[in-house]
């Protein structure tokens, strides 16, 4: 198995690369732009493996992606480059634009293109595996649970961004029979998180004695999925998936924001003790804008269908998780350092910025 994997630098890929170089012998060729949220290090398990190459390209560059499947000649590619944080698509759009809408069009002409001209059997064989998440369903205030067939309603810049490069998936394969595949899956978290998403945020934060910013009231409800059990739910939907389908992507684990930061000084608290409980440090900060209520994911179709279950409960994921971040600093204290120290993004209001930042280095 040929694979090409894009943004496999990132917090997803690298889980993925890890797992299909190391656990699968497949040969794989990562391409990644190496934007801030990416990180080589998270691949130095594998990164001397004769069976993985890495390139630096953007997915926008069409010369730069010809180049790559004309040298490689791919068997699949799975497509997880994007600009992926909701807070810094509200403060700047642009990117997500570009790399999520513009990209994933480059990648699906190239792909095409290439398919194309493959032999029958190759020809037969090929599939591409777009990467996406539940956020394109918008919010479910009234209960529920997101279906395949839930109608698209994003409510973000970065979910909108998604929902549209779905849309080209889907056209993609209606139009010109490209052999595609599409993945909606919820909140991920577990190692190699960049710290700027919610479950690293409020560990590094709390190992630091700093603020556990909670947005609004904290009950908004997400739907985690240990990052492992997404990488084996992808290879499973790129081996068994049918043509031209989606599957939601999910680990029966809706909960609420303020009890996942709980959760987390709960267990450092028992990992770290310290002099006092580390739920004193919660502050509730002004809520993101159009902030989505509630994630629910229904992974039906994926069990039943392809077999894939999720193996990790959110309380064994996400004590594995905090294991992980006490366990390696070496990953995560340059990111805090010199990419991002966990400052406020995403706000409309400048002064609400300026006083979370205030409240944060007045520590
Ligand atoms: P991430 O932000 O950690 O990583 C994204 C990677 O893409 C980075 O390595 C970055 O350098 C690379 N990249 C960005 N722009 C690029 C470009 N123009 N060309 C090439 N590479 C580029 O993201 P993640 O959390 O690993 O998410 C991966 C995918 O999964 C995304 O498509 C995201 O929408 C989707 N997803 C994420 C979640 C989640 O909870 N994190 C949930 C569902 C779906």
């Not at 077999?307 to 990953?331: C, H, M, P, Q, S």
Request: aromatic share 10%; hydrophobic share 35%; net charge negative.
């Amino acid at each position: 198995m040929r694979v090409i994997v894009t943004g496999g630098a990132g917090f997803i890929g690298s889980a993925l690369v890890r797992y299909v170089v190391g656990d699968r012998g497949w040969d794989v060729l990562n391409v990644d732009k190496l934007t801030y949220a990416a990180n080589l290090h998270s691949l130095s398990s594998i990164s001397s493996n004769s069976n993985y190459r890495f390139v630096q390209a953007d997915i926008c560059d069409i010369d730069a992606i010809h180049r790559v499947f004309a040298d490689f000649q791919p068997d699949a590619v799975m497509h997880l480059a994007a600009e992926s944080h909701v807070d810094r698509s509200i403060s700047s759009s642009a990117e997500f634009i570009k790399t999520n809408i513009l990209g994933t069009h480059v990648l699906l002409e190239t792909a095409r293109r290439y398919w194309d001209e493959l032999p029958s059997g190759r020809r037969a064989s090929f599939r591409f595996l777009h990467v996406s998440t539940d956020e394109v369903y918008g919010s479910l205030d009234d209960g529920g649970f997101f279906r395949e067939s839930t109608a698209y309603d994003p409510r973000s810049p970065y979910s909108a961004s998604k929902a549209s490069s779905d849309h080209l998936v889907s056209a993609w394969h209606e139009t010109y029979g490209l052999p595609t595949l599409i993945t909606n899956c919820s909140n991920n978290y577990g190692p190699y998180h960049f710290p700027e998403k919610l479950v690293p945020l409020i560990i590094l934060n709390a190992l630091e004695n700093k603020p556990l910013p909670v947005y609004g009231d904290g009950r908004q409800v997400r739907d985690w999925l240990y990052v492992e059990d997404h990488v084996k739910a992808l290879v499973t939907v790129l081996e068994r998936g049918r043509i031209g389908e989606t599957y939601n992507v999910g680990g029966r684990a809706p909960t609420e924001n303020l009890t996942v930061v709980e959760r987390i000084c709960d267990l450092l608290d028992a990992h770290v003790p310290s002099d006092s409980a580390r739920r004193k440090l919660i502050t509730f900060v002004a809520d993101r804008p159009g902030h989505d209520r509630r994630y629910a994911i229904d992974p039906t179709k994926i069990e039943t269908e392809l077999g894939w279950r999720a193996e990790k409960t959110f309380d064994t994921g996400i004590a594995a998780t905090v294991e992980w971040y006490l366990n390696t600093a070496w990953w995560w204290r340059p990111l805090r350092e010199n990419v991002y120290s966990g400052t406020r993004l995403g706000l409309l209001d400048k002064s609400a910025l300026v006083e979370t930042e205030l409240s944060e280095s007045s520590e």
